[in-house]
């Protein structure tokens, strides 16, 4: 142009080219997790656990998430509220009592 070579550079694969082969770890892989629950060994293509980005066990169906406080239900309200809405001795949650 005008007596000016232009250049185009691209960083990645051009759109122009023909496939690309992606790179080795772009592809999907079976990953593998011990569960921590119950120790089993596994892969898995589910998607993982977006807290603690393990996907599900397929033996005991639980990610490597802590498992949760059991709640107690308060006999005025019927709400299942975690341990620390009970004041010590009461068996009313914080707002019923
Ligand atoms: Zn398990
Ligand atoms: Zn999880
Ligand atoms: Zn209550």
Redesign the pocket.
Known sequence: MDGYTVAVLVTDSAPWRSFTLPTADTGPQARSYICANCDEHYHSFDPACTRCRVPQCPDCGRCACPPRTPGRS??????V?PPAMFAPGSD??L???
């Open positions: 308060c006999p005025s309200c019927f709400i509220h009313r949650c707002d019923c009592s």
